[in-house]
């Protein structure tokens, strides 16, 4: 008995003790680290499911929208063309016309809410070509051109003398030109300034940089990260669909670009947008007031 509580015994046992607890906290720390890592991986399937979920749910409607969409074109080009056999048999000083050019006005707000659903909701073949930006941006402006006169919007230009053409589809791009003018003209109220600035993305030339920016209202931190998210509008009701900018986002993207915004409230908003280009370059500058 007096053997075993030797003090070589005890050392012995105490040495197997320490060992012991040391296996057990390494025990613990990997049981810990394994917590751990099951949290996180727990986390990560959660926001996936999520992702999932989404999609499934942005499919979902937009399978919806293109459905209300299309059953709604008919109805509304038959009411457009018999209001236009209507408005011509009163005078344009008669009451009754000006009520006609009000539900006129309001029928077309509808049959482009309704093309924005089909926009949103198609899958594009895109065409593309060698397009100059420039060329681009001036048309759109030139097609817009009244709208921002009379709100009474000055138009300035930023153009770098040499541009790089880029290939991309005329039409999407030009879609989105529209969108993001209209969008600056509708938050300036009746003045400001519409700012175009085109230069080169990068030192070498592969890709050129779009900035439009406006003196408008701009957009309140707690929107930013939300005005580009399908059906979310800043604007009145009934004013806007909340599809233009996720419209022109997915376009861009298209085009293996990127769009981002930055605004400050009461002061304007910048939109920028990145889009790889062609080697080549068009050197014919055009007139900076050609199209004011």
């Known amino acids: 008995m007096l053997d075993k509580c030797s003090p070589e015994n005890l050392k012995e046992a105490l040495e ?14 990997g049981i810990i680290a394994l917590t751990l890592e099951l949290e996180k ?9 999520q992702q ?16 209300i969409a299309h059953e709604l074109n008919n109805p509304l080009t ?29 029928v077309e707000r509808m049959a482009h809410l309704v093309k924005n659903l089909l926009d949103f909701s198609r899958i ?7 397009v100059d930006l420039r060329e681009e941006i001036e048309r759109s402006l030139e097609l817009v051109s009244y709208h921002l006169r009379k ?15 880029i290939h991309a589809d005329r039409q999407q791009l030009r879609q989105v030109f529209l969108n993001l003018f209209t969008n600056a003209s509708d938050a300036m109220n009746n003045s400001g300034v519409l700012t175009v600035s085109i230069r080169n993305g990068d030192t070498c030339g592969e890709s050129i ?35 233009g900018l996720s419209i022109c986002r997915r376009i861009v ?17 910048i939109i920028s947008i990145l889009l790889p280009v062609t080697s080549s370059y068009n050197h014919t500058q055009l007139e900076p007031d050609s199209y004011q």
Not at 55 to 63: C, L, P, Q, R, W
């Open 41 to 49: 991986k727990t986390e990560e399937i959660s926001n996936m499911s």
């Open 151 to 165: 709100k009474n919007i000055k138009v300035e230009r930023d153009i770098a003398i040499k541009t790089p053409y």
């Open 209 to 243: 940089l779009v900035e439009i920016s406006d003196t408008g209202c701009g957009i309140a931190p707690e929107n930013l990260s939300k005005v580009m998210e399908p059906f979310f509008s800043t604007k009145g009701e009934g004013k806007g669909t909340g599809l």
């Open 253 to 269: 993207h298209g085009h293996h670009g990127s769009l981002d915004i930055a605004s400050e409230l009461n002061k304007g908003t």
């Open 52 to 67: 999932v979920w989404q999609v499934a749910k942005m499919a979902t409607m937009g399978e919806l929208s293109a459905s």
């Open 78 to 106: 038959t009411i457009s063309l018999r209001l236009e056999g209507l408005i011509e048999q009163f005078p344009s000083n008669d009451p009754i016309s000006k009520t006609l050019a009000i539900i006129t006005q309001e």
């Open 124 to 130: 594009h073949t895109i065409e593309f070509s060698t």
């Open 16 to 29: 197997r003790s320490e060992n012991y607890r040391q296996e057990l906290d390494e025990t613990n720390r």
